[in-house]
T-cell receptor
Framework: GAVVSQHPSRVICKSGTSVKIECRSL??????MFWYRQFPKQSLMLMAT?????????EQGVEKDKFLINHASLTLSTLTVTSAHPEDSSFYIC?????????????FGPGTRLTVT | SQQGEEDPQALSIQEGENATMNCSYK?????LQWYRQNSGRGLVHLIL?????REKHSGRLRVTLDTSKKSSSLLITASRAADTASYFC???????????FGAGTTVTVRA
C-alpha cells in the first residue's frame, strides 16, 4: 500500500527556535497534503492544506506566519514551526492524497512528536 | 473543524467480546471513514463507507451508516488485545478532500 513518511519522528527544541518537519509520499505522487496537530488524548485538528506549487490554505485560527508550509514537489511537503514556544508542543501528523487514486484515498504519516522546552 | 462526535469516549471489554462505537456528524457527507490509532502512532485506515451505502464489512469490522440520522457505527467482533487503540471516524463533506475527525473512542481489550 501507499506509504507516507515523516521526519523526524521526535524532536525536542528550545523555545524561540524553528523546527522543520518533512512529509514524504514514498511510492505515489501527492498533489495535496494535509497537516494536522493532535494534543494528548484528543482528536486530530486540521491545520492546513498543502497544494503542490501553490500557497497552502490554512484553517481558521491557524497562524500562517507561525506554521510555514512548503509543498515544492509532488512527494514532499514541509511544515516549519517558527519561533516555537512550549504551547506548540504537540503531535503533528501529515496525510497525502494520491493524485492518481480515487478521490477519497488519503494516507497518513506516522506523526512527529514536537516538544518545546 | 471537527464535526464528529463519538461515543462512548472510552470502552473497556474482555477479549472475545464485541466492541461497538458510534459517530455522529452535522452536515451532509460524501463518505465516512474509520481510522485506528495506536498510542503515539499515526493513523491506520480501516474502512470507508460512501453516503449511498448503509453497511459495509471488512474482516471483523462492520460499519453502518444512517444518513437520515447523520450517524455511523463501528462494530469490532471477537475483539483481541491487539485491537486496543483509539478509533476515530472522519467525514469527507466537501469537494476539497478535507477530513473532519470525531473526538475518538479509546478501546481497551483486556486479555
Amino acid at each position: 500500500g501507499a506509504v507516507v513518511s515523516q521526519h523526524p519522528s521526535r524532536v525536542i527544541c528550545k523555545s524561540g527556535t524553528s523546527v522543520k518537519i518533512e512529509c514524504r509520499s514514498l511510492d505515489f505522487q501527492a498533489t495535496t497534503m494535509f497537516w494536522y496537530r493532535q494534543f494528548p488524548k484528543q482528536s486530530l485538528m486540521l491545520m492546513a492544506t498543502s497544494n503542490e506549487g501553490s500557497k497552502a490554505t490554512y484553517e481558521q485560527g491557524v497562524e500562517k506566519d507561525k506554521f510555514l508550509i512548503n509543498h515544492a514537489s509532488l512527494t514532499l511537503s514541509t511544515l516549519t514551526v517558527t519561533s516555537a514556544h512550549p504551547e506548540d508542543s504537540s503531535f503533528y501528523i501529515c496525510s497525502a492524497r494520491d493524485a492518481a487514486g480515487a478521490s477519497y484515498e488519503q494516507y497518513f504519516g506516522p506523526g512527529t512528536r514536537l516538544t518545546v522546552t | 473543524s471537527q464535526q464528529g462526535e463519538e461515543d462512548p469516549q472510552a470502552l473497556s471489554i474482555q477479549e472475545g467480546e464485541n466492541a461497538t462505537m458510534n459517530c455522529s456528524y452535522k452536515t451532509s457527507i460524501n463518505n465516512l471513514q474509520w481510522y485506528r490509532q495506536n498510542s503515539g502512532r499515526g493513523l491506520v485506515h480501516l474502512i470507508l463507507i460512501r453516503s449511498n451505502e448503509r453497511e459495509k464489512h471488512s474482516g471483523r469490522l462492520r460499519v453502518t451508516l444512517d444518513t437520515s440520522k447523520k450517524s455511523s457505527s463501528l462494530l469490532i467482533t471477537a475483539s483481541r488485545a491487539a485491537d486496543t487503540a483509539s478509533y476515530f471516524c472522519a467525514t469527507d463533506a466537501g469537494n476539497d478532500y478535507k477530513l473532519s475527525f470525531g473526538a475518538g473512542t479509546t478501546v481497551t481489550v483486556r486479555a
